[in-house]
């Protein structure tokens, strides 16, 4: 029983994340999101697009996606770190992000990003329950697989330089997020 006690600690531990932590996981995934957009439009249709909805080469959505999964799942909820209970919380973390990012952005900028209208089981066209699998799965191997790889590496970056990078992720992607707001009112 002790040496359980000592993985769950240790495990605890990798998963708890600092604020400089989650801004370097948010950029990383929010950048990896959108490589796999870009990707998978290229393939589909043979063009480089760039699908993010800001200026710089990053979807924040699998960035907040990512932290909110890492948070939610062990530091809020105490969940059971299973498969089942991960793909759970990740389909619905997710559904209600994709959902509301969907809503927040057509009402404020008058324009969907995503449209899942035609596909079997969606909600408004806003989630439909292929993404929602997808992004189940994507708990489950980020949050038990690269995640704690990703964080020891992360942990190896000296405190002052991991603050320094999670200041100018913040300003490149405020800026960015400001320039994108002022170019889309205009």
Do not use: Q
Not at 65 to 80: A, N, R, S, W
Not at 151 to 171: F, G, Y
């Amino acid at each position: 029983e002790d040496k359980e006690n000592l993985l769950e600690k240790d495990r605890k531990e990798v998963i708890c994340m600092s604020a400089s932590e989650a801004a370097i996981v948010f950029f990383l995934f929010s950048f990896l999101g959108w490589c796999m957009e870009v990707l998978l439009v290229f393939i589909r249709e043979h063009i480089l697009v760039n699908r993010g909805f800001l200026i710089g080469p990053y979807c924040p959505i699998y960035g907040i996606g990512v932290v909110f999964i890492i948070v939610m799942i062990k530091d809020v909820l105490t969940l059971p770190y299973g498969i089942f209970p991960v793909f759970l919380c990740g389909m619905i973390i997710c559904g209600i992000l994709e959902y509301f990012v969907s809503w927040f952005l057509e009402k404020r900028y008058h324009a969907r990003w995503w449209d899942y209208s035609t596909k079997p089981c969606n909600i408004n066209g806003r989630v439909w329950i292929g993404n929602l699998t997808l992004f189940g799965i994507a708990s489950v191997i980020i949050t038990m697989v690269i995640y704690p790889f990703l964080i020891t590496k992360i942990r190896m970056i000296p405190d002052h330089i991991r603050w320094i990078i999670s200041i100018v992720i913040i300003v490149i992607m405020g800026t960015d997020t400001l320039l994108t707001r002022f170019a889309m009112a205009a």
